[in-house]
């Protein structure tokens, strides 16, 4: 297979949700369908239970809950799959952020009960800047919930997003039945303990026959009706708005009966895009322009905790990646070879001999890799920074053993190139006595959690007043300020010594505000 060709066959994409809506689930079942794994792992990974698939971290196993990105690839119905598997909590939203970074479509995740919760709301937004095109898919139909055409204007309203429904649930909860599949003219009639449904072939969705699969006069006519007003009020499905992010294929299912999982991932495949381009300091890149570049979206330690190791995940953008290819690390303006990289299949990997435009890259690492870096395979480019969030939670962590002390700052050191927590300290004092920060509570509890299983560090936190941190820079020249601002105790510098100020609250910001009208206070390194 050429070039060209091996490129268009990428999709890759990112699975979001807010939390308990089923991403797990879904994910497991994903890979099922496609053939990856014989038998989709129970989400709690309770005793006598497997774990899940997508959750290889320990305290993900414990918890039943995804709290760093997974990464996974197959392949299905000729096409080269990347799954990305994000964290639903919101305190790892910034984690799910570059994940949705390296994606090129998301697939979005519902409770039919609850509809278009908090989270998934903000996942949203950022899908919405980046035009990214969404596929809906609406959960636990075999619990009672929202009507389907209740959900359809939950979605459009709080998106501001149209839906196409693809596949229309026949009842719900107790009464589910099925679906109906209007562009193939199918019904699909599912049975509990049974993963396989009965196939029907009907003319449409007034069919007699669908009314004797029912068996049920009340459930049929509530289908019919509601059919009849959704054919005469939508119009058609538009794979060109789809692209553009501005309607959103619909389908319904349960994850956990496996119900409708495999309807998504024929829909998935049929209208997934192709790798998009991406934007440079050069100007737009082409995925089928022939020289080698990616960026690093995503930092892992210690996926295999025994060899103490370190991946940095690559999105190829442009190019062919070979196994042991020399790249020109922008940064650090100096040549690296690539000699070990991996696929995923969350915890497990084998070596990866060439990827291609869209595939994800795991490369072993030994401390030359941050998150943003952009390597190519000859030539100066870079792609556009990846912001961080803002703080409001902070704290510094201590330990009884001061012969561990050294042990600990490695630890954190690694915590913080992941991206897990933020890093900040006094110049005048040194490193020694940093100041961590994070954009929510669960973050210090992985944080202390992963210091004792992966690092043998039994530390503790002590909190710190402070709630805002404020990166300073010139108005005029945009230039970052390192003299400590007009009213503020002192200035700190973060990991990568760029100056910020740390403050109790927003009356405090205010007032720093007033008294330095030429800095300007961002919440973000990059200004």
């Given at each position: ?143 009672e919930g929202k009507d389907p055409l209740d959900l359809i204007d939950d979605v459009e309203k709080t998106l501001e997003m149209k839906c196409y429904p693809v596949t229309w649930p026949i009842g719900i909860g107790d009464r589910f039945k099925g679906l109906y599949h209007r562009q193939k003219r199918e019904v699909y009639i599912f049975t509990k303990g ?279 820079f010139d108005k005029e020249s945009g230039e970052a300020i390192k003299d400590c601002p007009k009213g503020a105790d002192r200035i700190f510098l973060d990991n990568y010594e760029c100056p910020v100020v740390l ?25």
């Open positions: 297979m050429g070039f060209i060709e091996e490129v268009k066959r990428r999709r890759t994409f990112a699975i979001i949700s807010h939390p308990d809506a089923g991403k797990t689930t879904i994910t497991e079942k994903i890979l099922y369908e496609g053939g990856v794994i014989r038998e989709a792992g129970e989400v709690k990974g309770k005793k006598g239970r497997k774990a899940a698939t997508s959750d290889w971290m320990a305290m993900e196993k414990e918890r039943g809950v995804s709290i760093t990105s997974s990464v996974m690839s197959f392949d299905h119905e000729g096409l080269r799959v990347n799954l990305l598997d994000t964290p639903g909590h919101k305190d790892f939203g910034e984690d799910t952020y570059r994940t949705l970074i390296a994606a090129d479509s998301a697939a979005m995740l519902i409770d039919a009960a609850k509809g278009v919760e908090a989270q998934t709301r903000k996942l949203y937004e950022v899908c919405k800047l980046k035009k990214m095109p969404i596929f809906t898919f609406a959960n636990k139909m075999d619990r049974e993963e396989e449904p009965e196939v029907y072939k009907v003319d449409g969705y007034d069919d007699p026959k669908i009314k004797e699969l029912t068996g049920d006069d009340e459930l049929y006519e509530m289908f019919f009706e509601t059919l009849e007003l959704l054919e005469g009020a939508s119009d058609d499905f538009s794979e060109e708005a789809f692209l553009k992010g501005e309607i959103s294929p619909m389908t319904f299912g349960s994850a956990k009966f496996n119900w409708g999982v495999d309807l998504f991932l024929e829909l998935f495949c049929k209208y997934a895009p192709e790798p998009r381009s991406r934007m440079t300091d050069k100007g737009e890149l082409d995925p089928v322009e022939k020289n080698f570049s990616g960026f690093v979206f995503k930092i892992q330690a210690n996926m295999d905790k025994n060899h103490r190791d370190r991946v940095a995940f690559v999105r190829v953008c442009s190019g062919r990646f070979e196994r042991g290819m020399k790249v020109q690390h922008q940064r650090l303006g100096r040549e690296l070879r690539l000699s070990y990289a991996n696929q995923f299949l969350a915890g497990e990997r084998e070596t990866l001999e060439e990827a291609f435009s869209g595939d994800i890259v795991g490369v072993n690492d030994t401390g030359n890799f941050q998150i943003g870096d952009s390597i190519t395979g000859k030539g100066k480019m870079t792609f556009e920074p990846i912001p961080r969030f803002a703080p409001e939670l902070f704290g510094r962590v201590t330990i009884k053993d001061p012969l561990k002390r050294k042990k600990m700052n490695e630890a954190v050191q690694h915590l913080v190139e992941e991206g897990l927590i933020q890093f900040f300290y006094d110049p005048n004092i040194g490193r020694q006595d940093s100041i961590l920060g994070v954009v929510g509570e669960l973050q210090f509890e992985v944080l202390l959690h992963r210091m004792s299983e992966e690092y043998n560090v039994e530390a503790k936190l002590e909190r710190l007043p402070y709630a805002l941190a404020r990166w300073t403050l109790d609250n927003e009356w405090d910001l205010g007032w720093l505000e007033r008294d330095n009208p030429d800095t300007k206070f961002s919440m973000s390194a990059l200004g």
